[in-house]
Nanobody, 119 residues
């Protein structure tokens, strides 16, 4: 079973930065597509960013492109999400997720970490 544990959440003022980390079990980061999702109060969970197992390809939600950067550390089997120029709208619970390359849906999820951005 793949296990994912997020950390790094917290409170920050608008315009500030925060770095989230997701530590995965085994060699998950090097064998799966890793993604970050978020869910704000009263809203549906939405895709934020993803990175391929080799770290060569990334994708982002339009509203975070240029502000957020997803990266991986295969040696530590972890994936990070660097969030800069944070906005109040970024407030949400952020989840780390993983899926095998040939599957279209994410099947492994972390417990989430809270990110709160205040003006």
């Amino acid at each position: 079973q793949v296990q994912l544990v997020e950390s790094g959440g917290g409170s920050v003022q608008a315009g500030g930065s925060l770095r989230l980390s997701c530590r995965a079990s085994g060699r998950t980061v090097s064998t799966h597509i890793m993604g970050w999702f978020r869910q704000a109060p009263g809203k549906e969970r939405e895709f934020v960013a993803a990175i391929t197992w080799d770290g060569l390809n990334t994708s982002y939600k339009d509203s975070v492109r240029g502000r957020f950067t997803i990266s991986r550390d295969s040696a530590e089997n972890a994936v990070s999400l660097q969030m800069n120029s944070l906005k109040v709208e970024d407030t949400a619970i952020y989840y780390c997720a993983a899926r095998v390359p040939l599957k279209g849906t994410y099947e492994y999820w972390g417990q989430g970490t809270q990110v709160t951005v205040s003006s």
